[in-house]
């Protein structure tokens, strides 16, 4: 098994800059948009959840595009946190909040499927998704 492509190594750092930008966006610019997007019934404060998303976003962001030794484990978890904040996006469209200037349901139709095509992306541009094909069968 090779390592990742060069195509794939571009993806991951151009994957971990926007998780930079979107978690700086939490900390600041946009931090009331992504307050609307956390759904009523997490038992936290809207904004500490925006906040801790924010921070995890920038780690993992950052990692992602240095951290090339760990890049098929950050690809997990960069997959899975996009797993843990899908359901954010689902009340979005559920309850119909027009942040980010999603104002029509057919928009925040399209924003959940776009969802899938980040964790994808987390999967093969970190080789992760390969990795785990190729592991050695349990004995």
């Not at 800059?17 to 900390?27: D, K, M, Q, S």
């Not at 992504?34 to 904004?47: C, I, R």
Request: without cysteine; glycine residues 10%; hydrophobic residues 55%.
């Amino acid at each position: 098994m090779s390592g990742p492509s060069p195509v794939q190594h571009g993806v991951r750092v151009l994957l971990g800059a926007a998780l930079v930008l979107a978690g700086t966006g939490h900390l600041s610019w946009a931090r009331t948009e992504f307050q609307a997007q956390v759904p009523g019934w997490v038992p936290l404060d809207a904004d500490l959840v925006v906040v801790l998303s924010g921070v995890i976003e920038i780690l993992l962001g950052t990692a992602l595009a240095v951290l090339v030794r760990y890049r098929v484990a950050l690809g997990w978890v960069t997959a899975a946190f996009f797993v843990a904040v899908f359901p954010g996006n689902i009340s979005q469209y559920v309850d119909g909040d027009a942040a980010f200037g999603l104002d029509s349901d057919a928009a925040r139709a399209i924003r959940l499927l776009f969802q899938p095509v980040l964790i994808v992306l987390a999967l093969w541009s970190t080789g992760a998704w390969t990795a785990w094909r190729h592991r050695a069968p349990a004995s």
